[in-house]
């Protein structure tokens, strides 16, 4: 099974008992949210970081939700798709309940997205 496929299942915490902190891809939110993995006899859908969870599982439908800061006190300066202003920008994240729309790099954020580069932006200027 590929890696994206096992996103689509729901999180298998396992007959272990190891309670070790895991993420696992949530499809209805489009968020990567904790779970506590026993350490055996899981599946696909568990992964040891958030950052691994969204690059692997987040799909490009994640660019139109709305930025989400969360209530959480983490405030860590990541990027996400501000799609009323068609760009990545700057957020403070929390650290907790996000969604799939953000990103650990500007560079990340615009691959995703699909945001023009800057040599796109100056063809897109002349061709209109």
Known sequence: ??????????????PCLGMVRRYFYNGSSMACEP???GGCLGNGNNFVSEKECLQTCR?????NLPIVPGPCRAFME??????VQGKCIRFQ????QGNGNKFYSEKECKEYCGVPGDGDEELLRFNN
Do not use: N, R, S
């Not at 099974?1 to 396992?14: F, H, I, P, S, V």
């Not at 799909?59 to 660019?63: D, G, I, Q, W």
């Not at 994240?93 to 907790?96: E, K, L, S, T, V």
């Open 1 to 14: 099974m590929k890696k994206e496929d096992a996103c689509q299942l729901g999180y298998a915490e396992g």
């Open 35 to 37: 779970f506590q993995y």
């Open 59 to 63: 799909t490009v439908a994640a660019c």
């Open 78 to 83: 990541l990027w996400a798709f501000d799609a």
């Open 93 to 96: 994240y929390g650290g907790c």
